[in-house]
């Protein structure tokens, strides 16, 4: 049995650059949800799906954010023209169902320069 | 505004004493509260969790009381282990938001031999 994960573990990326994050939740879990951590914080939620759909974005998501599941399996995160402030833990967590315990992966650790 | 306070950043205890740590929240629609440890490199993993209908729960060598009132919820860990060294995260669920966590900052807890 494989737990949650997610590819790359490390990225360091100039400022301006896009950058993509890849998520592949337990196999039958069908909600998946994307936090953010940065320095001494706990993670901050950003955003959910429940297979295919994306219910739920927060405030955090900005415009420069884009989430998808395309297939209600694994899920993208990408971040266009990054900024140093997007240098953070970017974990990824997924859910059997709606009030289901949510396993974590071991997180992309991004680095903006 | 944080919704979820850890206001102890670290805590060290002596192996075999009791570790208890801290949480105070703040909105009252939460309903489920939970525990995660966090080490080096990895996601945070479940520990113990408590609806808002108990005021205590117990696993092994984990409690977690519950005081509504007082919007406060600690963990006491009997007896403390070297291997309990990790990050602890507090966080809640509302009753009215899907599954959307909200975590407290963290307190790094360090067991000494």
């Known amino acids: 049995d494989t737990g949650v994960s997610q590819n790359p573990r490390h990225k360091i990326t100039k400022r301006g650059q896009n950058v993509t994050f890849r998520c592949d939740p337990i196999?039958?879990?069908?909600?998946l949800y994307w936090y953010r951590q940065t320095l001494g914080q706990g993670p901050e939620f950003l955003t959910y799906?429940?297979?295919?759909?994306?219910?739920?974005k927060s405030r955090l998501l900005s415009d420069r954010f884009s989430a998808e599941r395309p297939k209600g399996s694994f899920s993208t995160l990408e971040i266009q023209r990054t900024e140093q402030g997007d240098s953070a833990m970017y974990l990824c967590?997924?859910?059997?169902?709606?009030?289901?315990?949510?396993?974590f992966g071991p997180g992309t650790r991004l680095t903006v320069t | 505004d944080q919704q979820v306070k850890q206001n102890s950043p670290s805590l060290s205890v002596q192996e075999g004493r009791i570790s208890i740590l801290n949480c105070d929240y703040t909105?009252?629609?939460?309903?489920?509260f939970l525990w995660y440890k966090k080490y080096p490199a990895e996601g945070p993993t479940f520990l113990i969790s408590?609806?808002?209908?108990?005021d205590k729960n117990e696993d092994g060598r984990f409690t977690v009381f519950l005081n509504k009132s007082a919007k406060h919820l600690s963990l006491h860990i009997v007896p403390s282990q070297p291997g309990d060294s990790a990050v602890y995260f507090c966080?809640?669920?509302?009753?009215?938001?899907?599954?959307?966590?909200?975590f407290g900052g963290g307190t790094r807890l360090m067991v000494k031999p």
């Open positions: 967590a997924s859910s059997l169902d709606s009030y289901g315990m949510q396993y």
């Open positions: 196999s039958e879990h069908n909600r």
């Open positions: 799906f429940q297979n295919e759909a994306q219910l739920e």
């Open positions: 909105n009252s629609m939460f309903d489920y």
């Open positions: 408590i609806s808002s209908i108990k």
């Open positions: 966080a809640a669920r509302p009753n009215n938001a899907g599954n959307m966590l909200t």
